[in-house]
């Protein structure tokens, strides 16, 4: 059975909340013109990583607006229809299913007027998507932009950490983002089904606040993959955590250890530059 990854699609694939409001009674968010459809960023990007990783890519999407009367099935379709062509266009890759409810309790046409098990935060697409393609629910993931997103894949029987709400205040920022944690988890069974080691090590920063900077978070990050590539160390996953830089390799700790070092050696020289101090404090094998 495949592993999947259910994607919701407004604000999540393409950007609805920022454009224009449609006409009423289409709500601000309700995307019903094919020409507005724009992929946001790192969405091309991390799809075809996702494809290219063996998922199958589903969407699932409310589209309470054709319940409201703010659009007709035809619209929701035409918009899809576009979705595909942008994604062939810009990613390479192609959904295995899209799957909408256009059911809303509080709607104006009286046929889609209801609540509906296919409508999130209810799991209906998710697990029907699961029964069409011979999914395997228990290796998919989940990500969406809104609370009701993750509470459909958790009522499909998705563990929590495998949902992942992309966006400010989000799990990730965006579905590039998802897609490292998706892969890196991905390489990391693969790595230790094959007898391989893998280590997840941690570097505290000296002050909390330093990590908060943007342009020191990239630099770290972008550092640490760059160590990783140049002493042929697989960094599966680097990201911050608060005030740590958080490492997970394809490798053992004296690797990790030699990793996190390299990485202190560089970044301190060019954090002294800049703020007159050294940026870190000790390495540490993480729990
Ligand atoms: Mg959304």
Redesign the pocket.
Known sequence: MTPAVFL?????LIECTGLPAPKPPANPGDLVDPRLVRLLPGVAEGLSRLAAGGYALVVVSNQGVVARGGGTIADVEAVNARLREVVRAEAGVEFAGIYFCLYHPKGAVPEFTREHPWRKPAPGMILAAAADLGLDLASSWLV???PR?VEAGLAAGIARERCLRVGAGGDVPDVSAAADVILAVHDVRAIVEAGGEVTTMLMHARDAGALRDERTRGTVLATARAVGERVGVRVLHADIEGDALVVTLGAGKLAGLGLLAEVRRITDAWHAKRRGVALWRGADAAE
């Open positions: 919701d699609r407004d604000d999540t969406g932009d809104a997103d």
